[in-house]
Structure formats: C-alpha cells, structure tokens
C-alpha cells in the first residue's frame, strides 16, 4: 500500500483537476449562450437580405448559381470548419471521418479552418490547400480570405459541426451555393426589374454585390455554428471530465483513509512490540 504522504499528493493535484474542468465548464456555458443569440441574429438577418435580393431579380433561382466560366469545373473544395484548440471531446476527430467518407484527392481540394482541424489532417497525410485561423466568436468574423480562396471552385462544399441542444452536436455538410437559396422560405414579392425601376449602378451590380454578401453571411453563420457545437461540446467534455476527477478524488481520498489507518496500526504495532521487549527485558533483569 502506498503511503499516505503520496495519495495525499496526487489527491491534490486531481482537486486542482477538478477545479480547473468546473472552471472550463463554465466558461463554455458561457460561450454557448452568447454564441447562440448571434446564430439566431445571423438567420434573422440572412432572411432579411434574401427578401430585398429576391425582389430585385426575374428569376430568383437562376443567378445566384451563375459561375465564371472560366473557373475549372473538374474540382470541387471542400471547407472543414474545426475548432482552434482542443478540449472539446472527439467533435473534430468525428468531423474529419465524416469529411474523409466523400473525400477524393484527384477531385477535391481541402481548406480548413482551426488548427486542431489542420493538425488531425496533416497527422492523417491528407493535404490541404489552404488554412486559416477560426476568428474569434465574440468579434467580427472576417471571412473575405476564405471566400477569395474558393472562388476559383466550381462547387463548394463546407463542412461544419451543429448544435441541435447542449447535449447533443452533429456533423455537417452543406454545398455553399445552393444552401443560399434553400436557408430562406420563398418570398411572394412583386419582383423590381431594370424594365420599370432606375437602378444606380446596375442591377446585375446590385444582384453581384448582394450575392458576394449573402455568401460571406452564410459562411459566417456556419462558422458561428461551429463555434456553438465546440463550445456545447467542451461543456460535454468538461462536464464528464469534473465528473470523473471527482470520481478519483474519492477513491483517492477512501486510500488515504485506509493508508492512514494502516500507518497508525503499524505504529500501534510498533509500540506494542516495544512494550512487550522492555517489560521482557525488565522481567529478566529482575
């Protein structure tokens, strides 16, 4: 058995364990509600723009999925959101699998966001074109870097980690494009077109600079949703962590009890023994 001093020790620092998963718990409750309002801002504003861009155009379903035509239509990008640092229990490890399932080198090009993302690909020997820091939730999210970066795609595809509630995060994939036009219900507007209505610049300007935006909107809203699962999961995470440190501060503290007791029967032990010799040594001297 070990001594007392040693599990006294290590039940110390499973305390500081402990303390320090309630710390990061709390942290990420937090985060998760501050995240959650602005998801639900982002929508609301989303569906906004989609009113004003749909009543400005003929045909609602025909531009937003116009392409150069000089894009190379042979190779598809796939956009991996992940999160920046660890603690977040296997989310990301689950988001690579899922990613990895439909992943084709001779096709598809990989970007991804996170350095925990960049870190399981590049242990796993899958390339990436592209990497990018994930900007910070609480600040604006600057995303015109990764949308320079995938212009040149024909199709783009992100995949990203879901909050459906605190306890439960799921995985992913949508096709950028076409989801701009699925993440609104159809407006019944009368449509404004260049036939009876003055547009200064152009409406095709109009419509170009919409889209543009309307794209960077929707690349953030799966960024902020992202960030959600994380900071849902790391609760998760933290949550059976402090559960479990405290499970070890128990069994720790049940040894340090019987240690202790041992410890002072040895001694007991010890002292009887003593008193046993010297009244034998006092016995025989008489």
Not at 30 to 53: C, G, I, M, N, P
Not at 127 to 137: A, G, I, M, N
Request: proline share 2%; glycine share 4%.
């Amino acid at each position: 058995m070990r001594r007392a001093n040693a599990i006294e020790k290590d039940a110390r620092e499973i305390g500081t364990v402990q303390d320090l998963t309630s710390v990061f718990e709390s942290l990420a409750s937090t985060q998760v509600a501050k995240v959650k309002h602005k998801v639900e801002l982002s929508k609301d504003f989303f569906e906004l723009l989609w009113k004003r861009y749909s009543s400005i155009r003929i045909d609602p379903a025909s531009r937003i999925t116009e392409r150069d035509l000089s894009l190379d239509h042979d190779r598809q990008v796939f956009v991996v959101i992940s999160a920046e640092a660890g603690l977040s229990g296997d989310i990301d490890q689950r988001l690579i699998e899922t990613m990895r399932q439909n992943y084709d080198p001779n096709t598809t090009d990989i970007i991804v966001l996170g350095s925990h993302g960049a870190s399981q690909l590049s242990q796993q020997n899958i390339p990436y074109t592209h990497f990018f820091k994930v900007p910070e939730s609480d600040q604006y999210i600057d995303v015109s870097p990764v949308i320079s970066a995938v212009a040149p795609y024909a199709k783009i595809v992100v995949y990203y980690e879901e909050y459906v509630s605190l306890g439960v995060q799921n995985i992913r994939s949508i096709d950028l494009i076409s989801n701009i036009r699925s993440m609104s219900e159809d407006v019944d507007e009368d449509t404004m077109t260049a036939e009876d209505t003055i547009f200064e610049p152009s409406l095709h300007e109009i419509a170009g600079q919409m889209e543009l935006t309307m794209m960077t909107l929707a690349l953030s809203q799966t960024i902020l949703e992202s960030s959600l699962a994380q900071g849902a999961s790391r609760f998760n995470a933290m949550a059976v962590a402090k559960k479990r440190a405290g499970e070890l501060l128990g069994d720790f503290m049940l040894e340090f009890h019987r240690s202790k007791r041992s410890e002072s029967d040895r001694r007991l032990r010890e002292v009887l023994i003593s008193l046993k010799k010297k009244r034998r040594s006092a016995g025989g001297t008489t």
